[in-house]
């Protein structure tokens, strides 16, 4: 966007960003220009906007349409809905410390990890929200890339088992959970539903993401309901040091040896 690219930068108000053809970009390929001499980028607040934009021809394209917007538009002659992949993914972080804030951590004990798995109806999720147009994932990666592995546990929707891990674990009764989130909050809101409905006593604290950033980095964060949109990164080893590593601002789990020991094998395992 600055120049590295067939646009740069022609000018930003903090709202909208203009990027003019770089035509030096093509020189001497036989590629030839870009097509466009400039590009608006708007952002406009509410889809409501929005549609009246597409009607009236003020803008020419809109992207992240949400599903039920984007198929009433598609009905309009004039408008086109195309829907495409992404490897972007919604995931659920754990952060296992022992201590949050002074106080015992439940999500430490990897039988409560797993109940929430197990509690948490995703494929209703995603038909109702979504429409059913994303594909569930059980990986922290997309299969499209390299060395995202495919044979792994599958948690499958079980409330039942969700309360006998939680049991198990010494939590016969429940426990309460703060769940942190600064996106999405109509998913985020359904998946504190399906927590509560396994005796999980949800305190849902959704702020907006620098509030909620900071809270993570400072180590306050137990669970945290998010989304990456991962850029078509090729590699899972791009994925993983990035949002996993030690050294990651994204990433719940600080210095963790064990983990660190993980990641460090992958390339290892995805080469062989």
Aim: glycine share 8%; aromatic share 8%.
């Amino acid at each position: 966007i600055i120049g590295l690219g067939p646009y740069r930068l022609g000018s930003w108000d903090g709202q909208d960003t203009v990027l003019e053809r770089y035509d030096g970009y093509y020189a001497d390929s036989p590629k030839g220009p870009a097509t466009f001499d400039t590009i608006r980028i708007r952002t406009i607040p509410d889809w409501g906007t929005v549609q009246a934009e597409l009607f009236s021809g003020g803008i020419d394209l809109a992207l992240r349409v949400p599903t039920d917007v984007a198929k009433n538009l598609g009905t309009m002659p004039q408008l086109r809905h195309l829907a495409a992949s992404t490897q972007g993914m919604y995931y659920i972080g754990f952060n296992p410390a022992e201590t949050m804030d002074g106080a015992p951590n439940p999500v430490a004990d990897k039988l409560v990890r797993q109940g929430i798995n197990h509690a948490i109806n995703k494929d209703l999720l995603i038909s109702t929200l979504f429409d059913g147009a994303p594909s569930r994932l059980d990986t922290p990666c997309s299969p499209s890339q390299l060395g995202c592995p495919t044979e792994v546990t599958v948690y499958d929707y079980n409330p039942d088992k969700a309360r006998e891990l939680f049991a198990e674990a010494g939590f016969p009764d429940g426990f309460a959970l703060d769940v942190w989130a600064g996106r999405e909050r109509e998913l985020v809101e359904a998946v504190s539903a399906d927590l509560m409905k396994v005796g999980i006593d949800v305190n849902l604290r959704y702020s907006n993401m620098a509030t909620v950033e900071a809270a993570r980095n400072e180590g306050k964060v137990p669970v945290l309901v998010n989304t990456w949109g991962n850029t078509l990164n090729a590699d899972t080893w791009a994925t993983l040091i990035n949002y996993f590593g030690a050294n990651s601002d994204r990433s719940l789990v600080k210095n963790d040896p064990t983990l660190e020991e993980m990641i460090q094998a992958i390339p290892e395992a995805t080469s062989a």
